[in-house]
């Protein structure tokens, strides 16, 4: 995490599959971070946004990595983050990443990751407080069951992910 004391948040929106995309970030040391990514309402989102910035130039490069996502083109991100978040949040984050395209892992894997078995429902808070959607990708944690639990940009959403990384990596479907 490399969060500074920033005034100042841009913003921008890209067009996907799923819907509208909001991207957030400012400004940190050597260069710009994404803080958000969220879709349409971006229900966990900030309410008061009048300080926010629209700066489509700050994201060509995050909107150019999601247009190759949503194409079948990139299965990784090569982006600046700083999301905020308490310091087990950051590690739940951190283990998110760690997933690779196209697979699923249960919130009970992500205890057991983090060296904390018994963490089950923290890692599931944690995970529900992602504040960059499919960057960093909170849609690959399901039930132990397998089945698709809450999502913040909507359980169709997370559903289409899923479907639609099984299919460009050759996996079969749910």
Known sequence: ????????TYTATVDSPVGPITLCGHEVPDGFAITRLGFGEDRHGPRDRSGWVRDDTRFAAAAAQLREFFAGERREFDLRLDPAGTPFQQRVWAVLRQIPYGETRSYADIAV?????TATRAVGAANGRNPIGIVVPCHRVVGANGSLTGYAGGIENKRWLLEHERRVAGAVLF
């Not at 990751?113 to 078995?117: C, R």
């Open 1 to 8: 995490m490399i969060t500074t004391d920033t005034a100042t």
């Open 113 to 117: 990751a983090l060296g904390s078995p």
